[in-house]
């Protein structure tokens, strides 16, 4: 495991979590 | 693809769909409880559980218990296979099973996915197989149904609180649906030779001797290793061979049925007690796709509107026939490295011809690639052959048809209810294009019922993928591939694949039962299963909730040709294009080597 692969999930997880709160609250990001 | 496989595709089609209409009017009537017999029958039973027969569930009280209900199942099997020693019907005396291995096959049979990371006949009892396993394979299949009927609801009843009440559905689809047609398959699979018995396993004279080479043992047990570490071989020969027996037919039967597919012997459907004849093999088939394609006419019937059944119906065969179409072409091409050799792959009287390795001489390409299609399009995951030896591009097809999301078809009501989830977006993705609020049945679909289908939609690929990604990035993962390269990425992918549809069948050359990838695995087919189930349960309650709409002349008709389309459309671009990227690192690359 490198640093990019920690980089890398930690960016994936960031994303996955932005997008499934935009997914259920859409409100609050417009 | 040859006369034969022609007309196999064609008596399948036939057969198929003159079961499945009168199978999916039954099924309507039991869930409806229109049968006075079957009500006679059940009213004890629910006194004797305290259960109140016409109490109606809510969609969170009925997902909470058909949870509770799988807990409970859960916790058994894998009770069942850690005390097994102790326990009778072990003729054998086979070894408690390990934790992580038991945790990993309780979590698949209760979630109707039958992944196995051990044989079933060096592993499991009688007792675990049929008290754990058996039980559960009848089990979970019901859920899976009964979370459909209460999807149908949603969509049949109108400004309703309720979904049904989950206790009964249960009851009556194991009663009267799982029972009866288990038993009659279980005595048709006797009939063609299948084992059914308690008698121990049985030591034969071989008619030759067979000479072999084993791994050494020292005396603390291990095997003996070099100075590189390989393990010491030694020669030796034998003309003894152990048959393994057990109540294998009453297990298939329901494995079939209940799209379970988790195999009596470890070599599934491949094995001659556990598939004997061609017929056994026509019957086994065809019992994989029974039900679910049933559960479509089920469909039509309860929503009112027989033609909404056949629409699906059509959509799910299209698309089963273009992919298992393609999986026989490719296999009876053969393998173009075998060809320069004098291998004669052609297809002749006496021989199958195309790509036999892996397959079983007795049912040649036809039968073994409609097999793996049915059982990978079904979320069966029982084998007749051997998916890993596959050309490339002909073992991508199961591995496709799993990735769509085992919509096609699909598990025994967990295919359904995804296909109506696609169709749910479908009409949202129509809706879009004309400018109109999009409606399904009567039923406005809006951004609640949105939400809850994307969740329902997206949680299977992250699993499958993130899971790959980290198989193939941490040393545990890489560990126990033993093919590297695009091959061996194929077998994560697909273990992957079939553990998040809920699938279970394998690639094979993948050393799956270790403690990583039963954790793993075990991982994904729990979140596979629920955390699709609890959206659609939130979309029934939301459904059963709202007002049916009139029909107007503005209303898209979801029963004819156009709406079809639409929906094999919207399957293949989401289900597809999540994958695209993974299957090109896997068996695009594999046959762009192999016909370099």
């Known amino acids: 495991m490198t640093w990019m692969y920690a980089l890398g999930s930690v960016v994936a997880v960031g994303l996955l979590i932005y997008l499934v709160a935009a997914l259920l609250a859409p409100e609050k990001f417009s | 693809m040859t006369a034969h496989a022609w007309m196999l595709l064609a008596v399948y089609g036939i057969v198929l769909t003159m079961l499945s209409v009168p199978l999916g009017r039954f099924i309507a009537g039991v869930m409806e409880g229109r049968f006075g017999f079957a009500r006679r029958v059940e009213a004890p039973l629910y006194r004797l559980c305290g259960v109140g027969a016409d109490a109606e569930m809510g969609w969170l009280q009925y997902t909470l218990a058909i949870m509770v209900f799988n807990g409970i199942g859960f916790l058994a099997v894998y009770a069942l296979q850690r005390l097994q020693l102790w326990l009778p019907l072990n003729p054998q005396g086979l070894a408690n099973v390990s934790p992580d291995s038991s945790l990993n096959t309780a979590i698949s049979f209760m979630t109707n996915t039958n992944w196995q990371g051990y044989g079933g006949e060096t ?13 559960q394979n009848f089990l979970s299949a019901a859920t899976g149904i009964v979370v459909v009927i209460a999807l149908i609801r949603g969509f049949a009843r109108h400004s309703a609180a309720g979904v049904g009440n989950a206790w009964v559905d249960l009851t009556r689809v194991t009663l009267w649906v799982l029972l009866p047609l288990a038993f009659v398959v279980a005595l048709l699979l006797v009939q063609q030779g299948v084992v059914q018995t308690f008698e121990p396993y049985k030591e034969v004279q071989t008619l030759e001797t067979v000479k072999y080479q084993e791994p050494k043992i020292g005396p603390d047990g291990q095997p003996l290793k070099d100075a590189k570490g390989d393990p010491v071989m030694k020669d030796t020969s034998t003309d003894r061979q152990t048959l393994a027996m057990g109540p294998a037919a009453s297990q298939i039967a329901i494995k079939q049925l209940g799209t379970n597919g988790g195999g009596f012997f470890n070599v599934n459907s491949a094995h001659p007690y556990e598939n004997a004849t061609p017929w056994s093999n026509f019957v086994e088939v065809l019992s994989i796709v029974l039900i679910p394609a049933a559960l479509c006419f089920t469909f039509g019937h309860m929503v009112g509107d027989r033609r909404q059944g056949w629409a699906v119906f059509a959509a799910m065969g299209l698309m089963f026939l273009v992919l298992t179409v393609g999986a026989m072409s490719f296999e009876q091409q053969g393998n173009p490295q075998l060809a320069p050799l004098g291998v004669d792959q052609a297809e002749r009287a006496a021989q199958a011809g195309g790509n036999m390795e892996g397959k079983e001489a007795r049912y040649g390409i036809a039968d073994s690639a409609l097999w793996a299609s049915a059982t990978t399009l079904a979320s069966n995951g029982s084998v007749n052959s051997m998916h890993d030896s596959y050309t490339p591009l002909g073992g991508m097809i199961p591995l496709l048809s799993i990735q769509l999301g085992e919509v096609i078809f699909g598990g025994v009501g967990s295919g359904l209810y995804g296909m109506l989830v696609f169709a749910i977006i479908a009409v949202f993705i129509a809706g879009l294009m004309i400018g109109r609020t999009p409606e399904y049945l009567g039923k406005k679909i809006e951004a609640y019922e949105m939400k809850m289908s994307s969740l329902a939609i997206l949680i299977v690929p992250l699993l499958v993928l993130g899971g790959t990604a980290i198989a193939v990035m941490v040393d545990a993962g890489r560990a126990t591939i033993a093919n590297p390269g695009a091959h061996g990425f194929s077998e994560v992918l697909y ?22 990838y039963n954790t793993m695995l075990g991982i994904a087919m729990w979140l596979g299963r629920f955390a699709v189930l609890i959206p659609v349960m939130a979309m029934a309650g939301s459904l059963a909730a709202k007002k049916r709409l009139a029909v107007t002349s503005g209303t898209m008709p979801t029963h004819g040709p156009l709406f079809v389309l639409l929906l094999i459309g919207t399957v293949l671009l989401v289900g597809l294009l999540n994958y695209v990227p993974a299957l090109a690192l896997g068996p695009v690359v594999e046959h762009l080597v192999l016909w370099k």
């Not at chain 2, 549809?501 to 799956?512: E, I, K, P, T």
């Open chain 2, 123 to 135: 592993t499991m009892s009688y007792l675990t197989q049929m008290l754990g396993l058996g039980v």
């Open chain 2, 495 to 516: 273990a992957f694949s079939s553990a998040g549809n809920n699938n279970g069948s394998a690639f094979a050359g993948l050393g799956a039962n270790t403690p990583f």
